[in-house]
């Protein structure tokens, strides 16, 4: 960030009084510009015994295999944005189930929120940013070829462990990755 929203002169990134991190801040106006993490929704959805995947046509990871999942929008709830991608994603009308994973992904200042779903009338497909979808036998999923980490821990917490509506939820990070 490089200038204040609410008056455009140029922000500092320093810790404001009474506060204990760095934010940006307006010298200017006085205002303070807080970052949040921005929340991923997906959903591990199944169809007789197997797990629906979909290949990514977009970056970052085009090519690789993910469940459909995508940013929540305002206005939503976070079953309403998993559904939402599920059908934006893999054109799969879901019967939405509990939440199981929740997964913080610090470095790119994220949390992925993941649940469980059982495909209605056994059809799907492409969406845009999806180059194909299908069904894979647990034993079949091409775990090298998984997107992102939170999609692997994601993943084996649903496989590893049988879903019940009253939980539990699994907490997990990805491991932080040290820069030179």
């Given at each position: 960030?490089?200038?204040?929203?609410?008056c455009g002169?140029?922000?500092?990134?320093?810790?404001?009084?009474?506060d204990?991190r760095p934010?940006?801040?307006?010298?200017?106006?006085?205002?303070?510009?807080?970052e949040?993490?921005?929340i991923?929704?997906?959903?591990?959805?199944?169809?007789?015994?197997?797990?629906?995947?979909?290949r990514?046509?977009?970056?970052?990871?085009?090519?690789?295999?993910?469940?459909?999942?995508?940013f929540m929008?305002?206005?939503?709830?976070?079953?309403?944005?998993a559904?939402r991608e599920?059908?934006?994603?893999?054109?799969?009308?879901?019967?939405?189930?509990a939440?199981?994973a929740?997964?913080?992904?610090?470095?790119?200042?994220q949390?992925?929120?993941f649940?469980?779903?059982?495909l209605?009338?056994?059809?799907?497909g492409?969406?845009?940013?999806?180059?194909?979808?299908?069904l894979?036998?647990?034993?079949?999923?091409?775990?090298?070829?998984?997107?992102f980490p939170?999609?692997?821990?994601?993943?084996?917490?649903y496989?590893?462990?049988?879903?019940?509506?009253d939980?539990?939820?699994?907490?997990?990070?990805?491991?932080?990755?040290?820069?030179a």
């Amino acid at each position: 960030m490089n200038f204040c929203s609410h008056c455009g002169k140029p922000v500092a990134l320093e810790v404001p009084p009474g506060d204990n991190r760095p934010r940006y801040l307006c010298r200017s106006c006085g205002h303070v510009h807080y970052e949040n993490p921005r929340i991923v929704v997906g959903c591990v959805v199944e169809h007789a015994g197997a797990i629906l995947l979909c290949r990514r046509a977009i970056e970052p990871r085009y090519g690789f295999w993910t469940v459909p999942a995508g940013f929540m929008e305002l206005g939503e709830t976070l079953g309403e944005a998993a559904a939402r991608e599920t059908w934006e994603e893999a054109e799969a009308q879901v019967d939405l189930g509990a939440m199981f994973a929740v997964v913080d992904v610090v470095q790119a200042r994220q949390v992925h929120v993941f649940f469980d779903g059982v495909l209605r009338q056994g059809t799907f497909g492409a969406g845009e940013e999806t180059l194909e979808s299908r069904l894979f036998a647990p034993p079949d999923i091409p775990w090298s070829e998984i997107a992102f980490p939170s999609v692997t821990i994601a993943l084996d917490q649903y496989l590893r462990n049988p879903r019940r509506a009253d939980g539990p939820v699994h907490l997990a990070s990805v491991p932080r990755v040290r820069l030179a």
